[in-house]
């Protein structure tokens, strides 16, 4: 099943785009499953997508320490959607997990013509770089 423009508008980064744009990302965006224990995404380890998770849980750890656990509706990787540098966690399938991912460059046309997406990620950085500082 597709990622429709509704489940978009759910996240928060996504939240202010006008229908059409939020239609056209959707179609960006393909879907991907990984198999319980399967590694989504590795610390340290180069990558350039953004995933929604659509169904299972995910497990997130820094340096072999669990930090969360994702689940329907949770996403990760927006960092790489702007730099496509090293990921700062590694992201498993603690279960089997459906979801959808997005590559930066399919990312970032829009976000280059949209402002709202470019101030959201910029905050969410910003965030970031408190929570690291702490």
């Not at 744009?21 to 380890?45: C, H, P, T, Y």
């Not at 990620?121 to 408190?130: D, G, K």
């Amino acid at each position: 099943m597709p990622l429709t423009a509704e489940q978009l508008k759910e996240i928060d980064l996504f939240s202010g785009l006008d229908r059409r744009d939020l239609q056209s990302l959707a179609n960006s965006f393909k879907e991907v499953k990984f198999s319980a224990g399967e590694e989504i995404v590795g610390e340290d380890k180069g990558g350039v997508g953004f995933f929604i998770i659509e169904d299972g849980v995910a497990s997130v750890s820094v340096r072999g320490d669990e930090r969360a656990q994702l689940k329907a509706g949770d996403h990760f990787g927006e960092i790489a959607l702007i730099d496509e540098g090293a990921r700062t966690a590694t992201v498993t399938a603690a279960t089997d997990v459906h979801c959808y991912g997005l590559t930066s460059w399919a990312f970032r046309p829009l976000v280059e013509h949209n402002p709202t997406i470019a101030w959201k990620l910029l905050r969410i950085m910003a965030r970031r770089l408190r929570e690291a500082q702490s």
